[in-house]
């Protein structure tokens, strides 16, 4: 359990030093590949997945949040005390704030040899904003995956999760168990259960998804970057999906304007 932990979610929370330190910046194909799907449906465990595979950054908005949320009061501004208030309730965090935060990490989406967004961008202002900042180094995006499941699984693989406090893995309490009870496999952090993930706030994130993030799927389609995926079956099944639809898009002509 000593040295760097392998895969660790928490790495580009970390400041400018700590993350990609791992991620080869010079690469002939990076993958830059931006994870679509409703609350719950499996991003962030495909997006574990997928890092390791293809040696990418992985960046989550929700864990940037969760982090802040774990600060100090007197070290949280206003407006991240703002935005864990929406946090808390299932509501999406304004546009503005959740830009802030992955501006300050932008040197992860322009240098790095490729990354995994998951959780972002999650409305059509957000996914506008990325298309300027990718565009100004004249980057684009290899494709965008979207996870398709039914709203009952959605919930049961939500009421079910634990997450690792430590490197923010992800486990289900009877689908993906660790191995020692409510302890992470990977750094032996403590396994806990989101606040977001309580009836009443999975009902309001599901809505906000509905409402703000599904737009998304059709401005990505009229793109020609949407690559639907079924979300069924185990982790590894879905994994093994998305990685022959990325296959078959690697052989075509333009995975990355940036190559
Ligand atoms: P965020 O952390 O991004 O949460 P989310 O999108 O709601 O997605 P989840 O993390 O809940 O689910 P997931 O799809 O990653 O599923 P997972 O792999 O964990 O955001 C949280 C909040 O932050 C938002 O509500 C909002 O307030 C704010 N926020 C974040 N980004 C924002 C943005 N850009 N704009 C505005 N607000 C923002 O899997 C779920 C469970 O299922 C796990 O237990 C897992 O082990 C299990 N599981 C996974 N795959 C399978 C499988 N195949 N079979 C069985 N179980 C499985």
Not at 121 to 141: F, I, V
């Amino acid at each position: 359990m000593n040295g760097p932990v392998k895969n660790d979610r928490a790495a580009w929370l970390q400041g400018p030093p700590a993350d990609c330190s791992a991620v080869p910046t010079e690469r002939k194909r990076p993958w830059r590949l931006v994870l679509l799907g409703a609350p719950g449906v499996g991003k962030g465990t495909q997006a574990e997945l997928l890092t390791e595979r293809l040696d990418a950054c992985h960046l989550s908005t929700g864990d940037v949040f969760r982090a802040a949320g774990k600060r100090k009061d007197c070290d949280q501004s206003p407006a991240m005390k703002a935005a864990l208030e929406y946090m808390r309730r299932g509501e999406l965090v304004p546009d503005s704030t959740v830009w802030d935060m992955v501006r300050e990490r932008s040197h992860c989406i322009l240098n790095c040899g490729g990354f995994i967004l998951d959780g972002f961008p999650r409305t059509l202002g957000q996914a506008e904003s990325l298309r300027e900042l990718m565009g100004s180094e004249k980057l684009s995006l290899s494709a965008v995956v979207n996870y398709e499941l039914p709203v009952d699984e959605i919930v049961r693989r939500l009421s079910g999760r634990r997450t690792c406090e430590k490197c923010k893995s992800v486990f289900h309490a009877t689908e993906r168990p660790p191995k020692v009870e409510a302890v992470c496999d990977h750094c032996a952090g403590r396994l806990f259960q989101r606040e977001d993930d309580r009836p009443e706030s999975v009902t309001v994130r599901l809505d906000a998804y509905e409402r703000s993030t599904a737009p998304l799927i059709q401005f990505y389609k009229d793109l020609g970057l949407l690559l639907p995926i079924a979300a069924k079956g185990s982790p590894e099944e879905i994994f093994a999906r998305t990685i022959d639809e990325l296959d078959q898009l690697a052989t075509g002509p333009v995975v990355s304007a940036g190559d």
